[in-house]
């Protein structure tokens, strides 16, 4: 049987891509936070998942403001990277697991989850930088993914307890899946961030520590966290937060907190990082 025996969560802010691409990671700006992700390498090469589920989400990348899904599932067999105007970044093309997917999907669905299927789908910077910040910069990603891109980029974006619940149903479909799998389940975005307008770069670092702690302690204060006080507390993109309780939904109601780190500031934001294990 396939099983998700951990979660893990990282912000996929862009600068980061362009940092890994132009050579930067050494810079003094850059140092610390690439350092940050050292153990989590580690982890994840000894961890060898055969399949990571990442919920992301696309910039206007595969999916026009002309159609905005709210969940979509990938289920192609490959996944190129985006053009996201500057060419495709030089990672490597993301290998899917079309037969998971499509398990995924149907059992999903039948539980109420009205997911869009997606079988062609180029990838952005939402997905391909948190793979860069766990695996490194390998020549083939080591393992097959399934992306999941969520809406959280026009509102209204799916609630924070719609997301967990998802999580638990992904969990229940992986775990029906007959095949001998290893999974991880990842949760991309965040943490706090405003773009633009007069709050831009706010940070709010308290609502953050709190999160971090609360997705490890006591998920369920976070799943009633609705909307705005997101926007209110953390700007206007922290809504990306959304996409991690995807992640913890997966999980076991206790799990271990194996690695976090939080570094302020990429590009005006604040990037959080957790590695969660289920117990058993
Ligand atoms: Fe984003």
Not at 75 to 86: I, K, L, Q, T
Not at 251 to 263: G, K, Q
Request: hydrophobic share 45%.
């Amino acid at each position: 049987m396939a099983r998700i025996v951990a979660g893990v969560t990282a912000s996929h802010v862009p600068a980061i891509g362009a940092a890994l691409d132009l050579g930067k990671t050494e810079e003094p700006y850059w140092r610390p936070l690439f350092k940050g992700f050292e153990r989590s390498k580690e982890w994840m090469a000894k961890t060898k998942p055969d399949v990571v589920i990442v919920a992301y989400n696309d910039h206007a990348s595969a999916f026009s403001v002309e159609i905005i899904p709210t969940f979509a599932l990938g289920c192609a067999a490959e996944f190129p990277p985006a053009d996201e105007g500057w060419g495709p970044r030089p990672v490597p093309v993301v290998k899917g697991h079309p037969v998971l997917a499509a398990d995924i999907a149907q059992s999903v669905i039948l539980d109420g989850f009205d997911l869009t299927i997606v079988n062609k789908m180029e990838v952005d910077h939402g997905l391909t930088v948190p793979l860069n910040l766990l695996f490194g910069q390998p020549k083939e990603w080591p393992c097959r993914f399934i992306p999941l891109a969520v809406n959280v980029v026009m509102y209204p974006p799916p609630t924070g307890q719609r997301c967990y619940m998802l999580g638990k149903a992904i969990r229940k479909a992986v775990e029906s899946f007959d095949e001998d799998l290893k999974v991880v389940i990842m949760g991309t975005g965040g943490m706090s961030h405003q773009i633009s307008g007069p709050r831009a770069g706010l940070i709010n670092r308290e609502f953050d520590t709190r999160f971090l702690d609360n997705l490890t302690k006591d998920p369920q204060a976070l799943v009633r966290i609705p909307h705005l006080e997101y926007v209110r507390e953390a700007g206007a993109e922290a809504i990306e937060l959304v996409m991690w309780l995807i992640m913890r939904g997966a999980l076991d109601d206790e799990v271990e907190e194996v690695y976090r780190f939080y570094h302020v500031p990429a590009s005006n934001t604040a990037v959080g990082h957790i590695i969660l294990e289920n117990k058993q």
